[in-house]
């Protein structure tokens, strides 16, 4: 009888711990899906160009509109790299908690978010936390402040580049400079170098 018992225990913590598991499964597939949800509303995207040079693309203005009414009637219509992002998460149906989402340096005020920098870049690379899908890239142009953001699809440490969805850029040698003023939002292959700081914002 307690052997009968004994087995009997032992089938409920089986299917206990089967249980556990599909619960944590489940978190990561939810959190891997979000991400996917960010960079394909963000590849769609890809393709558009300003027809004179001037921000004067009227999906633009849906970049702008996602972040405030105000922004969206602003003229002339403001750089969009940052609102571009701010769209793109939102539709995947995330608000980040940003004060001013279309200011580039916004994203990266939060240090338990950073995932990445050019400093950490340096060290022991063995030991690196690198970043995910979706995650945040921002780069610095002159002075001390981030003024250009796009979302990153993955990077290759061995290749030396990053690969990312950008807006108010351009694709023209695009692996070694940084275009904040381009003509459109392009899938972009930039060096490691060129890059300041990588944020997971989706972290509370």
């Known amino acids: 009888m307690a052997t009968k018992f004994n087995r009997l225990g032992l089938v409920w913590l089986f299917i206990g711990v089967l249980c ?23 590849l769609g995207e890809v393709g ?53 989402p279309a200011r580039a340096r916004e994203w990266f005020l939060v240090s338990k978010q950073t995932v990445l920098t050019q400093q950490s870049l340096r060290g022991n690379r063995r030991m690196l936390k690198l970043p995910k899908k979706g995650d945040v890239i921002g780069y610095i142009f002159y002075g001390g402040a981030i003024s250009h953001v796009e979302i990153l699809e993955r990077i290759d440490l061995e290749e030396g580049y990053v690969y990312a969805i950008g807006a108010n850029t351009s694709g023209a040698q695009a692996y070694n400079t940084v275009n904040r003023e381009g003509d459109g939002v392009y899938y972009v292959r930039r060096s490691v170098k060129s890059f300041y700081k990588i944020s997971d914002v989706l972290t509370p």
């Open 20 to 42: 556990t598991g599909s619960r944590g499964q489940t978190g990561l597939v939810a959190a891997d899906s979000l991400r996917e949800k960010i960079w394909h509303t963000a």
């Open 48 to 100: 558009l160009r300003e027809p004179r040079g001037r921000n004067d693309h009227p999906r633009i203005l849906d970049y702008h509109r996602a972040v405030s009414t105000w922004l969206y009637k602003h003229r002339p219509v403001a750089p969009y790299c940052a609102s571009f992002v701010w769209y793109c998460y939102s539709k995947a149906g995330v608000k980040p908690k940003i004060a001013n």
